[in-house]
């Protein structure tokens, strides 16, 4: 199969390069953490951007989820291949989903096996897990997955964010498995510069966005579907975690045929107008 769910070194439908972007790529570092550095200049933050005078309605761009749009978007800023680093009013407004789910692409563009992860960082403020997302790729002759901070590789927030270390960032399934435990406080999970986004719910909504990562299917951050909207406004049980309990032991085994299944769980599949 050309696209299947779980074959990381191909594109998915929002990784996807249009052919005429490929050239772009040309004078990328040939290693995966190279690739990522480069990512780095080519967004920024709505916090960031404001100050810097880029016009209100730029911010809208961090709602674009396709990455060919991303590219698109930053060409028509600055047309310079990807490598060139941009000036922070050239680059595209976005997330920390933006700069993993491209570094992702990039990546999978030259078949590196690859992948963006949504959960949280917990070195950006003590004792809290902040929403965020990294990328992960491949390494294969020590057969692991390598974690990197795209958006933070210049930062000193942790030791080496070009591999980060275990515990350092944790998936939201990871994050869930935590919390049923009894290992963190719920309560210290959530969006960073909010006061309600705290709490399980926000483990449980990263754990389904982790799913659909996995799957290809990088979302934004604020995307919700199936059963995520009621868990935030606290109307699912003990039946629903039963779910999270699941998914979140799923995606730490990475069974192919189990994972598949909950790709197309009725209360987990991403709806086709938030993938188009």
């Known amino acids: 199969m050309t696209d299947d769910l779980l074959d990381h070194a191909r594109p998915g439908p929002l990784t996807r390069l249009r052919t005429e972007q490929l050239a772009l790529t040309d004078g990328l570092p040939d290693d995966p953490v190279g690739v990522c550095a480069a990512v780095r200049s080519l967004f920024i933050q709505p916090v960031d951007a404001l100050p810097l005078g880029v016009p209100e309605a730029r911010i809208a761009e961090k709602d674009i989820r396709p990455v060919s749009e991303l590219i698109a978007a930053l060409t028509a800023l600055d047309p310079a291949p990807l490598h060139r680093p941009r000036m922070p009013h050239k680059r595209v407004v976005g997330s920390c989903r933006h700069f993993a789910t491209l570094a992702c692409a990039l990546l999978r563009a030259r078949g590196t096996p690859s992948r963006a992860r949504c ?158």
């Open 119 to 276: 959960g949280f960082g917990t070195y950006f403020v003590a004792g809290r897990g902040v929403d965020h997302w990294i990328t992960e790729y491949w390494k294969d002759d020590e057969r692991r997955w390598v974690r990197v901070d795209t958006e933070h590789l210049d930062k000193d927030y942790v030791q080496r964010p070009e591999d980060l270390a275990p515990g350092e960032f944790l998936t939201g399934g990871e994050a869930w498995q935590r919390y049923r435990q009894g290992l963190v406080d719920p309560r210290m999970f959530g969006v960073a510069g909010t006061e309600h986004a705290w709490g399980p719910h926000e483990i449980s909504g990263n754990t389904v966005r982790d799913l659909a990562a996995l799957g290809k299917r990088e979302m934004l951050p604020w995307d919700e579907w199936g059963r995520m909207t009621e868990a935030y406004q606290g109307g699912t049980g003990p039946e629903y975690d039963a779910l999270m309990d699941h998914v979140a032991e799923t995606c730490a085994v990475g069974e192919p045929a189990a994972l598949r299944r909950l790709f197309g769980h009725d209360d987990l599949l991403v709806p086709a107008d938030l993938v188009g």
